[in-house]
């Protein structure tokens, strides 16, 4: 790869151009029952780490570093074959059940209320999918009255006998899972869907009108029922909805790593097509209601993927599955995908990343130690510096060719702007593979005060990882940061690189 003109850029700030507030929920997680992510990773008895109710101490502690606003639970394709009754209640008395979904024997030890006291532990808003493969709309209603009534009827006097008198109160609801996946246990039609789940909304709201619902969108731009599926299920649901998820897994297989890095080309017009749709439809039914878009799974995966060795558990508990390892490439995707968020968060306003802990995850875990995966880092940047509202930035940047979009530009640039502390957080990759460029950073109304600090997640080798022996290749570190010479910041960001920067504005 190679800039075909001069190594120098511009980023253009005004914090008069706000694209909207960013929804705090765009740094949410999910947790699956598959794999170690809940056995073995969160939830781990036998483990040094483990707090008296055997969560492990130490994968709380970095989840709440992370700053995870909400978690997604319990699936995935797990949900769609999940009873909810056999997960709560006394722990001995609780089946173990063959997970056909993942070929893996669920021992239903941790359940719907061991996860609030997760949540509660990372301070995360719990988020909970309703079966809609082999469960009923009935079931559904059932765990809305669980969780969320006071005392006094069947499903509620339950949660109190099983320790839990007061309601757990949760808002956010998924409507099942990627049920347009032919793969998925209990898939139906689009229209088969809507229906279901139309019904399933208004049973759930009519035990608790407050509470979200999260309509199942496609389950990625490839499947060959997109985007027709979306509008079918949203013309049935519109109104009983707030929310319509998307899924998308990244992938490098052909090891085009400049194309890699202009994925965001990709999420942009995923999520452009869907609000397209989203528009239509409101349009066609002449409605007020409004529904955003839940990015309720996003992550790269691709090596741990397509056999049986790691999508099968073969009958056992938490067996290792989807255990991908990340670099720095996937770190700086990783990034791009959430400068994406921010571009997008007029109408994206959830979005979870699958998922957190060993499958597909930024943390891994032995029963006795903890790893940060190169992921880690631009989430964690991302989840605890871009408040407030999103900024329309200008960005001149030379271009480069890839493969698959063409001449894309070298930089992909997000930007923050929080009226409240008045911190303006800026979040740049730069996508060459062997160019450092020279950015002047440009505020057009406000002057910066000062640079509070410059992290920086960069390395020669895009493939570098971390590992238990060498858990520091890619991290982010801290950079020096330049001086302000009025209005106008420069600094050279390197190959390979993403820069956070949070100023303080005048
Ligand atoms: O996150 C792994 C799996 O990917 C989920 O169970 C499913 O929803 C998706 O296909």
Redesign the pocket.
Known sequence: MSATQPSKATIYLDTNRMIGPISPLLFSG?T?H?GRVIYDGIYDPASPHADKRGLRKDVLAALRELNFRSIRYP????LSGYCWLDGVGPRDQRPRRRDL?WQSIETNQFGTNEFMEFCKAIHAEPMLGVNMGTGTIQDAANLVEYCNAPVGTQYADLRAAHGYREPHGVNYWCLG??MD?P?QIGHLEAAEYGAKAREAAKMMRLHDSSIKLILCGS?SAMMPTYPDWDRVVLELCWDRVDYHSL?Y?AENRENDTASFLALSAEFETYLDTLSGVLRYVKARQRSTHEVYLSWD?WNV?YRARGSQQYERGGWTEAPHL?EEIYNLEDALVVAQWMNVFLRKCDVLRIACL??AVN??APILTTRDSMLKQSIYYPFLLFSNLATGAALDVKVKAPLYPTARFGAMPLLDVSASYDETSDRNALFIVNRSLTESLTVDLCWQDRAPKRLNAVHQVAGTDPKAVNTFERPNQIVAVPVAPPPISDKTVTLTLPPLSFTAIDATLM
């Open positions: 999910f699956e598959m699936g995935g394709n797990f979904a899972n990627e996946g793969w389950s899924h897994y799974e995966w989807i699958a998922q499958v597909i």
